[in-house]
């Protein structure tokens, strides 16, 4: 089965379902059906919920299960925020745990002064 497109290939804009048919029965509905924001996600940011989900939201699980950076893992977050109509919004200890992570990367020598410079 291949995932729903959810923008028209002609113009552009958002498509919606008119038709359900049961794989069973064979039962059909018609009409006007909304897919819901996370159908609007690209196939890589649905992965990436699923594995917040399973890793109940902490990023650090996530960080693990990825073998990726805290700072990729919040960017990565911060996107699908983004792309399910939503204001990301800084708060203070997300600032602070970020700069740690970041610094204690550079002092581990993973990441250069000028990328640590770029991340901060």
Do not use: W
């Amino acid at each position: 089965m291949y995932p729903a497109p959810v923008h028209c290939p002609v113009c552009h804009d958002e498509l919606r379902v008119a038709r359900m048919v049961c794989p069973t029965c064979g039962t059909a509905l018609e009409g006007h059906f909304a897919l819901g924001r996370l159908a609007a996600l690209t196939p890589e940011q649905a992965d990436f919920v699923e594995i917040f989900l399973r890793c109940e939201g902490k990023l650090n699980r996530v960080q693990e299960e990825l073998g990726i950076s805290y700072p990729t893992v919040r960017s990565r977050l911060e996107e699908v925020i983004r792309a399910l109509g939503y204001e990301v919004r800084e708060d203070r200890e997300d600032a602070e745990s970020r700069r740690q992570e970041v610094l204690q990367r550079l002092a581990r020598r993973e990441i250069t002064a000028e990328e640590a410079l770029q991340l901060l």
